[in-house]
Protein backbone atom coordinates (compact mmCIF):
# COMPACT_ATOMS: atom_id res chain seq x y z
CA UNK A 1 0.00 0.00 0.00
CA UNK A 2 0.97 3.82 -0.92
CA UNK A 3 1.74 5.93 2.47
CA UNK A 4 -1.61 5.80 4.09
CA UNK A 5 -3.08 9.56 4.20
CA UNK A 6 -4.80 8.75 7.58
CA UNK A 7 -3.26 6.59 10.36
CA UNK A 8 -4.86 5.73 12.95
CA UNK A 9 -2.47 4.18 15.73
CA UNK A 10 -4.06 2.38 18.95
CA UNK A 11 -6.60 4.62 19.47
CA UNK A 12 -7.93 3.83 23.70
CA UNK A 13 -11.58 6.25 23.99
CA UNK A 14 -11.99 5.80 27.79
CA UNK A 15 -14.28 7.64 30.34
CA UNK A 16 -13.25 9.86 32.07
CA UNK A 17 -15.48 9.40 35.07
CA UNK A 18 -14.14 5.69 34.64
CA UNK A 19 -11.14 5.48 32.60
CA UNK A 20 -11.24 1.77 32.99
CA UNK A 21 -13.97 1.41 30.83
CA UNK A 22 -13.45 1.94 27.06
CA UNK A 23 -15.43 2.92 24.36
CA UNK A 24 -12.95 2.49 21.75
CA UNK A 25 -10.28 -0.21 23.26
CA UNK A 26 -7.05 0.31 21.09
CA UNK A 27 -7.66 0.23 17.46
CA UNK A 28 -5.73 0.73 14.04
CA UNK A 29 -7.34 2.33 11.05
CA UNK A 30 -5.32 3.22 7.74
CA UNK A 31 -7.23 5.14 4.36
CA UNK A 32 -5.08 5.63 1.71
CA UNK A 33 -4.84 8.46 -0.36
CA UNK A 34 -8.13 9.13 -2.79
CA UNK A 35 -9.74 5.58 -0.59
CA UNK A 36 -12.74 5.17 0.39
CA UNK A 37 -13.06 3.16 3.48
CA UNK A 38 -15.59 2.13 5.83
CA UNK A 39 -16.32 1.64 9.62
CA UNK A 40 -19.29 -0.87 10.24
CA UNK A 41 -21.06 -2.53 12.74
CA UNK A 42 -23.95 -2.09 15.06
CA UNK A 43 -24.63 0.86 17.33
CA UNK A 44 -22.75 1.12 20.13
CA UNK A 45 -19.72 -0.58 18.89
CA UNK A 46 -17.91 2.40 19.10
CA UNK A 47 -17.67 3.84 15.25
CA UNK A 48 -19.12 7.56 15.72
CA UNK A 49 -16.38 7.91 19.02
CA UNK A 50 -13.40 6.94 16.30
CA UNK A 51 -14.63 9.43 14.08
CA UNK A 52 -15.10 12.10 16.83
CA UNK A 53 -11.52 11.19 18.40
CA UNK A 54 -9.77 11.77 15.15
CA UNK A 55 -10.99 15.32 14.37
CA UNK A 56 -10.42 16.07 18.54
CA UNK A 57 -14.60 16.74 18.71
CA UNK A 58 -15.11 13.96 21.50
CA UNK A 59 -17.58 14.63 24.61
CA UNK A 60 -16.63 16.08 27.06
CA UNK A 61 -16.91 12.73 29.36
CA UNK A 62 -14.69 11.04 27.11
CA UNK A 63 -10.55 11.02 26.66
CA UNK A 64 -8.67 9.77 23.92
CA UNK A 65 -5.08 8.35 23.92
CA UNK A 66 -3.38 7.09 20.51
CA UNK A 67 -1.44 8.73 17.48
CA UNK A 68 -2.94 9.97 14.44
CA UNK A 69 -0.83 10.82 11.71
CA UNK A 70 -2.58 12.83 8.67
CA UNK A 71 -0.35 13.02 5.66
CA UNK A 72 2.63 12.33 7.43
CA UNK A 73 2.66 14.35 10.26
CA UNK A 74 1.99 12.61 13.67
CA UNK A 75 -0.74 14.38 16.28
CA UNK A 76 -1.57 13.00 19.67
CA UNK A 77 -4.88 12.18 20.26
CA UNK A 78 -5.25 12.96 23.63
CA UNK A 79 -5.20 17.02 22.71
CA UNK A 80 -8.00 17.19 20.79
CA UNK A 81 -7.15 21.26 20.67
CA UNK A 82 -4.33 20.79 18.37
CA UNK A 83 -6.17 18.67 16.38
CA UNK A 84 -8.50 21.46 15.54
CA UNK A 85 -6.41 23.17 12.74
CA UNK A 86 -6.67 20.18 10.94
CA UNK A 87 -10.48 20.46 10.54
CA UNK A 88 -11.38 21.68 7.72
CA UNK A 89 -8.46 22.50 6.00
CA UNK A 90 -7.60 18.61 5.76
CA UNK A 91 -10.01 16.71 7.04
CA UNK A 92 -13.62 17.42 6.86
CA UNK A 93 -16.72 15.87 8.35
CA UNK A 94 -19.99 15.68 7.47
CA UNK A 95 -22.93 14.44 10.28
CA UNK A 96 -26.13 11.79 10.71
CA UNK A 97 -28.32 14.96 11.16
CA UNK A 98 -27.31 18.08 9.29
CA UNK A 99 -30.18 20.24 11.26
CA UNK A 100 -27.89 20.44 14.15
CA UNK A 101 -24.81 20.89 11.80
CA UNK A 102 -26.45 24.07 10.81
CA UNK A 103 -26.93 27.67 12.48
CA UNK A 104 -30.76 27.71 12.09
CA UNK A 105 -30.33 31.40 12.26
CA UNK A 106 -28.03 32.30 9.28
CA UNK A 107 -29.00 31.77 5.77
CA UNK A 108 -26.68 28.82 4.46
CA UNK A 109 -24.90 31.21 2.27
CA UNK A 110 -23.22 33.43 4.78
CA UNK A 111 -22.53 29.87 6.57
CA UNK A 112 -20.78 29.00 4.22
CA UNK A 113 -19.16 32.09 3.26
CA UNK A 114 -18.04 32.41 6.97
CA UNK A 115 -16.06 29.16 6.60
CA UNK A 116 -14.03 30.08 3.41
CA UNK A 117 -13.48 33.28 4.86
CA UNK A 118 -11.67 31.47 8.18
CA UNK A 119 -9.97 28.76 5.97
CA UNK A 120 -9.01 30.88 2.75
CA UNK A 121 -7.47 33.92 1.23
CA UNK A 122 -10.64 34.27 -0.72
CA UNK A 123 -12.06 38.48 -0.78
CA UNK A 124 -15.48 39.05 0.01
CA UNK A 125 -16.37 38.82 -4.24
CA UNK A 126 -14.45 35.97 -4.38
CA UNK A 127 -15.81 34.05 -1.47
CA UNK A 128 -19.47 35.36 -3.25
CA UNK A 129 -18.87 33.21 -6.06
CA UNK A 130 -17.08 30.09 -4.27
CA UNK A 131 -20.12 29.76 -2.80
CA UNK A 132 -22.61 29.67 -5.83
CA UNK A 133 -19.56 27.57 -7.34
CA UNK A 134 -19.77 24.90 -4.02
CA UNK A 135 -23.93 24.75 -4.19
CA UNK A 136 -23.78 24.03 -7.89
CA UNK A 137 -21.17 21.53 -7.72
CA UNK A 138 -23.35 19.67 -5.14
CA UNK A 139 -26.42 19.48 -7.02
CA UNK A 140 -28.44 22.47 -6.36
CA UNK A 141 -30.23 23.52 -8.57
CA UNK A 142 -30.82 27.23 -7.51
CA UNK A 143 -27.30 28.10 -5.73
CA UNK A 144 -28.39 31.72 -5.96
CA UNK A 145 -31.65 31.36 -4.13
CA UNK A 146 -30.86 28.52 -1.58
CA UNK A 147 -27.65 30.70 -0.63
CA UNK A 148 -30.58 33.10 1.11
CA UNK A 149 -32.64 30.15 2.23
CA UNK A 150 -32.19 29.04 6.03
CA UNK A 151 -31.41 25.83 6.93
CA UNK A 152 -35.39 25.38 8.11
CA UNK A 153 -36.53 26.06 4.38
CA UNK A 154 -34.75 23.41 3.04
CA UNK A 155 -35.55 19.85 2.43
CA UNK A 156 -33.13 17.30 4.43
CA UNK A 157 -31.34 16.21 1.44
CA UNK A 158 -31.00 19.74 0.35
CA UNK A 159 -29.37 20.51 4.05
CA UNK A 160 -27.61 17.72 3.52
CA UNK A 161 -26.13 19.03 0.47
CA UNK A 162 -25.23 22.56 1.84
CA UNK A 163 -23.01 20.37 4.86
CA UNK A 164 -21.35 18.66 1.57
CA UNK A 165 -20.69 22.31 -0.14
CA UNK A 166 -18.91 23.33 3.32
CA UNK A 167 -16.97 20.33 3.52
CA UNK A 168 -15.76 20.49 0.44
CA UNK A 169 -15.19 23.80 0.61
CA UNK A 170 -11.43 23.64 1.50
CA UNK A 171 -10.33 21.03 -0.47
CA UNK A 172 -9.84 18.41 2.25
CA UNK A 173 -7.95 15.60 1.87
CA UNK A 174 -9.95 13.36 3.86
CA UNK A 175 -14.13 13.34 4.21
CA UNK A 176 -15.53 11.76 6.88
CA UNK A 177 -19.39 10.93 6.94
CA UNK A 178 -21.18 9.47 9.87
CA UNK A 179 -24.08 7.88 8.47
CA UNK A 180 -24.39 10.85 6.32
CA UNK A 181 -27.84 9.53 5.05
CA UNK A 182 -29.17 7.88 7.30
CA UNK A 183 -32.03 10.44 8.56
CA UNK A 184 -33.63 10.66 4.76
CA UNK A 185 -35.31 8.92 2.87
CA UNK A 186 -34.67 6.22 0.67
CA UNK A 187 -34.54 7.98 -2.71
CA UNK A 188 -32.71 11.16 -1.31
CA UNK A 189 -29.99 8.64 0.33
CA UNK A 190 -29.44 7.00 -3.17
CA UNK A 191 -28.74 10.68 -4.57
CA UNK A 192 -26.55 11.74 -1.57
CA UNK A 193 -24.59 8.45 -1.96
CA UNK A 194 -24.20 9.34 -5.93
CA UNK A 195 -22.91 12.90 -5.13
CA UNK A 196 -20.31 11.47 -2.32
CA UNK A 197 -19.26 8.55 -4.79
CA UNK A 198 -18.33 11.41 -7.45
CA UNK A 199 -17.04 13.90 -5.54
CA UNK A 200 -14.20 11.43 -4.09
CA UNK A 201 -13.78 10.30 -7.33
CA UNK A 202 -13.64 13.73 -9.13
CA UNK A 203 -11.95 15.52 -6.28
CA UNK A 204 -9.49 12.48 -5.86
CA UNK A 205 -10.09 13.00 -1.96
CA UNK A 206 -10.67 10.14 0.23
CA UNK A 207 -13.49 9.11 3.05
CA UNK A 208 -14.11 7.29 5.97
CA UNK A 209 -17.77 6.13 5.43
CA UNK A 210 -19.15 5.26 8.80
CA UNK A 211 -22.04 2.82 8.66
CA UNK A 212 -24.23 0.05 9.82
CA UNK A 213 -25.12 -0.54 6.63
CA UNK A 214 -23.48 -3.25 4.46
CA UNK A 215 -25.01 -3.18 1.73
CA UNK A 216 -24.37 0.52 1.65
CA UNK A 217 -20.33 0.07 2.29
CA UNK A 218 -20.54 -2.35 -0.56
CA UNK A 219 -22.01 -0.33 -3.07
CA UNK A 220 -19.40 2.60 -2.23
CA UNK A 221 -16.15 1.45 -0.44
CA UNK A 222 -12.95 -0.61 -1.33
CA UNK A 223 -11.56 -1.42 2.45
CA UNK A 224 -13.35 -2.07 5.48
CA UNK A 225 -12.83 -2.34 9.37
CA UNK A 226 -15.58 -4.17 10.72
CA UNK A 227 -16.31 -3.13 14.35
CA UNK A 228 -17.62 -4.84 17.39
CA UNK A 229 -17.51 -3.43 21.51
CA UNK A 230 -14.32 -1.12 20.32
CA UNK A 231 -12.47 -3.10 19.05
CA UNK A 232 -12.10 -3.89 15.23
CA UNK A 233 -12.99 -7.49 14.49
CA UNK A 234 -12.12 -7.87 11.02
CA UNK A 235 -10.76 -6.11 8.41
CA UNK A 236 -10.16 -6.69 4.30
CA UNK A 237 -11.23 -5.41 0.70
CA UNK A 238 -15.35 -5.08 1.02
CA UNK A 239 -15.26 -7.90 -1.65
CA UNK A 240 -13.28 -10.62 0.46
CA UNK A 241 -15.54 -9.24 3.61
CA UNK A 242 -18.53 -9.86 1.95
CA UNK A 243 -18.11 -13.02 0.11
CA UNK A 244 -16.37 -14.87 2.55
CA UNK A 245 -16.59 -13.34 5.99
CA UNK A 246 -14.46 -14.83 8.46
CA UNK A 247 -15.23 -13.46 12.00
CA UNK A 248 -18.82 -14.70 13.02
CA UNK A 249 -19.67 -11.10 14.06
CA UNK A 250 -19.14 -10.18 10.26
CA UNK A 251 -21.00 -13.57 8.90
CA UNK A 252 -24.08 -12.64 11.12
CA UNK A 253 -23.77 -9.13 9.33
CA UNK A 254 -24.02 -10.45 5.99
CA UNK A 255 -26.53 -12.63 6.75
CA UNK A 256 -28.49 -10.29 7.82
CA UNK A 257 -27.93 -8.35 4.22
CA UNK A 258 -28.37 -11.71 2.28
CA UNK A 259 -31.65 -11.76 4.32
CA UNK A 260 -32.94 -8.70 3.43
CA UNK A 261 -31.77 -9.39 0.07
CA UNK A 262 -34.69 -11.77 0.01
CA UNK A 263 -37.14 -9.94 0.35
CA UNK A 264 -37.47 -9.90 4.30
CA UNK A 265 -40.22 -7.68 5.26
CA UNK A 266 -38.26 -6.98 8.75
CA UNK A 267 -35.15 -5.33 8.96
CA UNK A 268 -32.75 -8.81 9.90
CA UNK A 269 -30.87 -8.23 13.08
CA UNK A 270 -28.14 -9.92 14.79
CA UNK A 271 -30.12 -11.70 17.93
CA UNK A 272 -28.27 -9.95 21.00
CA UNK A 273 -26.77 -6.44 21.59
CA UNK A 274 -23.66 -5.17 21.82
CA UNK A 275 -22.43 -4.56 25.61
CA UNK A 276 -22.34 -1.33 27.07
CA UNK A 277 -18.91 -0.24 28.29
CA UNK A 278 -19.59 -1.38 31.26
CA UNK A 279 -20.20 -5.08 30.60
CA UNK A 280 -17.56 -6.29 28.49
CA UNK A 281 -17.39 -10.23 28.59
CA UNK A 282 -14.62 -11.14 29.50
CA UNK A 283 -12.48 -13.23 26.50
CA UNK A 284 -14.21 -12.83 23.23
CA UNK A 285 -16.46 -10.02 23.11
CA UNK A 286 -18.59 -11.17 20.90
CA UNK A 287 -18.75 -15.22 22.57
CA UNK A 288 -22.17 -14.37 24.36
CA UNK A 289 -24.00 -13.92 21.05
CA UNK A 290 -21.66 -16.09 18.95
CA UNK A 291 -23.27 -19.34 17.33
CA UNK A 292 -19.61 -20.73 16.82
CA UNK A 293 -17.97 -19.90 20.77
CA UNK A 294 -16.20 -22.45 22.82
CA UNK A 295 -15.21 -22.45 26.33
CA UNK A 296 -11.88 -20.70 25.15
CA UNK A 297 -13.60 -17.80 23.38
CA UNK A 298 -14.97 -16.96 26.64
CA UNK A 299 -11.61 -16.72 28.37
CA UNK A 300 -9.43 -15.76 25.58
CA UNK A 301 -9.07 -12.71 24.29
CA UNK A 302 -8.70 -13.39 20.67
CA UNK A 303 -6.34 -10.35 18.66
CA UNK A 304 -6.53 -9.78 15.16
CA UNK A 305 -4.22 -12.18 12.55
CA UNK A 306 -3.65 -12.38 9.25
CA UNK A 307 -6.01 -14.55 6.89
CA UNK A 308 -4.67 -16.56 4.14
CA UNK A 309 -6.78 -14.68 1.63
CA UNK A 310 -5.97 -10.86 2.74
CA UNK A 311 -7.37 -8.94 5.49
CA UNK A 312 -7.19 -9.81 9.37
CA UNK A 313 -9.89 -10.86 11.90
CA UNK A 314 -9.69 -11.61 15.47
CA UNK A 315 -11.33 -15.14 16.40
CA UNK A 316 -10.11 -18.22 17.79
CA UNK A 317 -11.82 -20.48 15.60
CA UNK A 318 -11.03 -19.36 11.83
CA UNK A 319 -9.91 -21.90 10.01
CA UNK A 320 -12.14 -24.18 11.68
CA UNK A 321 -15.54 -22.52 11.29
CA UNK A 322 -17.49 -24.18 7.98
CA UNK A 323 -16.70 -22.20 4.60
CA UNK A 324 -18.38 -18.29 5.03
CA UNK A 325 -20.27 -19.35 1.78
CA UNK A 326 -22.20 -21.95 3.19
CA UNK A 327 -22.65 -19.98 6.86
CA UNK A 328 -24.16 -17.25 5.36
CA UNK A 329 -27.14 -19.49 5.41
CA UNK A 330 -25.85 -23.01 7.47
CA UNK A 331 -26.19 -23.60 10.95
CA UNK A 332 -23.60 -23.55 13.40
CA UNK A 333 -21.69 -26.51 14.41
CA UNK A 334 -22.71 -28.24 17.36
CA UNK A 335 -20.14 -26.79 19.48
CA UNK A 336 -21.11 -25.05 22.46
N1 LIG B 1 -20.34 10.84 25.84
C1 LIG B 1 -20.30 9.56 26.18
N2 LIG B 1 -20.13 9.18 27.46
C2 LIG B 1 -20.08 7.88 27.81
N3 LIG B 1 -20.14 6.86 26.94
C3 LIG B 1 -20.30 7.17 25.64
C4 LIG B 1 -20.40 8.53 25.19
N4 LIG B 1 -20.55 8.52 23.84
C5 LIG B 1 -20.56 7.22 23.47
N5 LIG B 1 -20.41 6.40 24.54
C6 LIG B 1 -20.36 4.94 24.54
O1 LIG B 1 -19.36 4.53 23.64
C7 LIG B 1 -19.73 3.35 22.95
C8 LIG B 1 -19.59 3.57 21.45
O2 LIG B 1 -20.54 4.55 21.02
P1 LIG B 1 -20.60 5.13 19.51
O3 LIG B 1 -21.61 6.22 19.49
O4 LIG B 1 -19.25 5.41 19.02
O5 LIG B 1 -21.16 3.87 18.73
P2 LIG B 1 -21.58 3.82 17.21
O6 LIG B 1 -21.07 2.51 16.73
O7 LIG B 1 -21.13 5.01 16.47
O8 LIG B 1 -23.15 3.82 17.32
P3 LIG B 1 -24.21 4.76 16.56
O9 LIG B 1 -24.32 4.18 15.19
O10 LIG B 1 -25.45 4.57 17.39
O11 LIG B 1 -23.68 6.17 16.61
C9 LIG B 1 -21.15 3.02 23.40
O12 LIG B 1 -21.08 2.04 24.40
C10 LIG B 1 -21.64 4.33 23.97
O13 LIG B 1 -22.60 4.11 24.98
Redesign the pocket.
Known sequence: MTAPLLALDDLVVS?RSNPALR?VDGIDVEVAPGEAVALV?E???????TAYSLLGLL?P??AARGTVTLDGAAHDLADGDRLRPLRGRDVAMIFQDPLTALNPVMPVGRQLEDVLRVHTALHRRGRRSRVLELLERVGIPAPDRVAGSYPFELSGGMRQRVLIAMALSCRPKLLVAD?PTTALDTTVQAQIMDLLRDLVHDEDMAMLFIS?DLGLVAEFCERVYV?YAGRVVETGTVRRVLERPDHPYTRALVDCLATMGQGADRLATVPGSVP??DAMPAGCRFAPRCPYAVDACRTTDPRLAPLPDGGQAACLRIGELPDARSGLTGQAEGTR
Open positions: LAGSGCGKSVAGLEHMGT
